[in-house]
């Protein structure tokens, strides 16, 4: 027996004709009203004077107002458009039209807040500000795919009290308008796709990465704060709509119809990044997210395939940027020794794995909180030996706090990693060469994960990590097979950081810690496994890729950073616990599929398998 739990209902009752065409000329109007001057002053970042153009977060609401425009247009079935809702569902208008209205009173109280008040509001602020609430009362009004409200779980008044007087009482408001809202996910099936020539199903690939190319270089070149906020609030919405329209399950479908076709493309809008640069001011951003990226697909093959919670992996990193650092060639080594390039890298991921076999060993025995206590005091002991490897509380070796300064640039075949190369007619910077580099190393690195995760290694860590009882009746050597991730997770992190200590051209011991304001540490690489989705490839790229650049660009949240990601893995693992790109198994795990383990009718009387226990 199954329940029914959506229901396709308009969250405000009006006449489905009359919605849609007030969400149309809502959405117009939003388009509109980017073409007036918001603010009188250009005070604030983007310029947003000028009447005629759009500037900084007016072009934000422009693409949000064009967006919700054409999917709402689309839903009166015109052809040529019909191919943007395959699921036919008016969520992806509702999600467009309530991220085009939060995105425009950010920026309307944006400029309320640091101008001093609404007086620095120009009437096409107003404008923009009714505009994008009219669009959303027209979209609210459409039938929604919606969860029933017997399907929602109660939220008591006293926990909202606790909410309030904890100082997130918005919070609270924000949940109690998601329950007045309660936007589900309707189990119908997609239509089937029409068939288009090979050449045409190529191409919507390569445009595909191109537009994802676009997107991920704005988000980067993004100026200041308020920006890139948008930009968040911007992207967010409308991937979820586009998720909620059907379109990225039909891309789905055909990238995994041409795998090889995807792999090149994804690679060559990779390597494209540094060509849309004109300085290496961002580039560097670039390359730390890679390094971040990589070292989080390292640790989720121990975290997110074998299981073991592991609260010091950043000291891997270390060992192989200490590594580097000392074989390098650099004038503060206590070793005189300068290895080429691929020396050096093979010197850091070597020692790395011995380090991790070294410490795996004695300690893979424990289970569960005992394991993780004792990898963070090893991180922590990481951190101590190298501060008083100084010369005076030990041997000199490390520099203690001052660490390893002038470590030089890479060459490889007499080309220098710190040189500026023209290349097809465009110059590379330094950071730019790095960039390319630490690419073919995350390019590696996902080989190895998606080798190793098929392999038969792959499937008894897999396992091990749901049941280690069970495998180890099954015959898997659990202690064998965890020694074995947890050194390939501390090889690979140790390859990242022989690239990372030239790429900073110094190391000090503050940068590996558990937790601190600067991201690679510990707490920011589990966190990255978790929020993107543990056992999956993309998941730690993409958490990885976020919990980097909001750092980075909101430095004003420099104080709470540890607060506002607390906050959002809570979030997380109230909507989406297994992480925001998951695998089947999670998927299938976290959340409830309606089905009974057993008929209704119960097993057929055939006397196999179904006799008592105790008979």
Not at 231 to 258: C, D, E, M, P, W
């Amino acid at each position: 027996m199954t329940t029914n739990t959506t229901e396709t209902t308009p969250v405000i009752a009006i006449p489905t004709p009359v919605a849609r065409a007030v969400t149309v000329a809502g959405a117009a109007a939003t388009i509109a009203s980017t073409f007036l001057a918001w603010t009188w002053t250009a005070a604030f970042p983007g310029d947003l004077t000028v009447t005629g153009y759009p500037g900084g977060l007016q072009v934000l609401t422009l693409v949000g107002g064009i967006l919700t425009l054409l999917f709402t247009v689309a839903g009166y079935g015109i052809r040529g458009l019909r191919w943007l809702t395959p699921s036919g569902s008016n969520n992806t208008v509702a999600l467009l039209a309530l991220g085009t209205l939060t995105t425009t009173w950010y920026t309307i109280t944006a400029i309320t807040v640091q101008l001093g008040g609404l007086v620095n509001v120009e009437p096409g602020g107003f404008v923009a500000a009714v505009a994008t609430l009219i669009t959303l009362v027209g979209a609210l009004g459409l039938p929604l795919d919606r969860r029933t409200k017997e399907s929602m779980r109660p939220l008591r008044r006293r926990a909202i009290i606790i909410m309030v007087v904890l100082g997130v009482g918005v919070l609270a408001v924000l949940y109690q308008i998601y329950r007045w809202i309660r936007l589900g996910k309707a189990d119908r099936p997609l239509p089937k796709a029409k068939e288009l020539p090979s050449w045409a199903e190529i191409l919507v690939i390569v445009a595909a990465f191109a537009v994802g190319l676009y997107v991920i270089t704005y988000g980067i070149d993004t100026e200041y704060a308020e920006l890139f906020t948008g930009y968040l609030i911007t992207v967010g919405f409308a991937v979820a709509a586009l998720f909620k329209a059907g379109l990225v399950a039909r891309l789905s479908a055909v990238t995994a119809k041409y795998r090889q076709v995807t792999v090149i493309s994804a690679f060559v809008a990779a390597a494209a990044f540094p060509f849309t640069q004109s300085t290496d001011q961002y580039t560097l951003v670039a390359v730390n997210i890679l390094i971040f990226a990589t070292v989080a697909l390292g640790l989720n093959v121990v975290v997110g395939l074998a299981g073991l919670l592991d609260l010091g992996y950043v000291a891997f990193l270390g060992v192989g940027a200490y590594t580097a650092a000392l074989v390098s060639g650099s004038t503060a080594s206590a070793f005189d020794v300068h290895f080429p390039f691929w020396a050096a890298v093979l010197t850091g991921a070597v020692v790395s794995l011995i380090f991790g076999v070294v410490i795996g060993a004695p300690t893979l025995r424990l289970r569960g909180d005992y394991l993780a206590i004792v990898t963070l005091g090893f991180g922590e002991i990481f951190r101590i030996v190298m501060l008083n490897l100084d010369g005076t509380s030990g041997p000199q070796v490390t520099n203690g706090p001052n660490g390893i300064p002038n470590i030089p640039d890479l060459e490889f075949f007499g080309f220098n990693f710190g040189q500026a190369h023209t290349v097809l007619g465009f110059e590379l910077g330094a950071y730019a060469n790095y960039y390319l580099l630490m690419l073919l190393a995350t390019v590696l690195v996902v080989l190895v994960f998606r080798r190793a995760g098929s392999s038969r290694i792959g499937r008894a860590w897999v396992a091990i990590r749901e049941d280690e009882t069970a495998a180890t009746a099954m015959g898997i050597n659990g202690f064998r097979v965890k020694l074995i991730a947890f050194a390939l997770g501390a090889t690979l992190a140790g390859l990242a950081g022989t690239v990372q200590a030239h790429v900073q051209h110094t190391v000090v011991p503050e940068m590996y810690q558990f937790a601190g304001p600067v991201p690679p540490n510990s707490a920011f690489l589990l966190a990255a496994v978790i929020l993107g989705g543990m056992g999956t490839i993309s998941g730690p790229l993409l958490g990885a890729t976020l919990l980097y650049m909001i750092p980075a660009k909101l430095q004003f949240l420099q104080d709470y950073q540890l607060l506002g990601f607390g906050i959002a893995l809570i979030l997380l693992m109230r909507f989406r616990p297994e992480g925001l790109i998951a695998n089947r198994r999670a998927q299938l795990e976290y959340h409830e599929t309606d089905q009974l383990d057993v008929p209704d009718k119960g097993l057929p009387d055939s006397g196999v398998g179904v006799a008592k226990a105790g008979a």
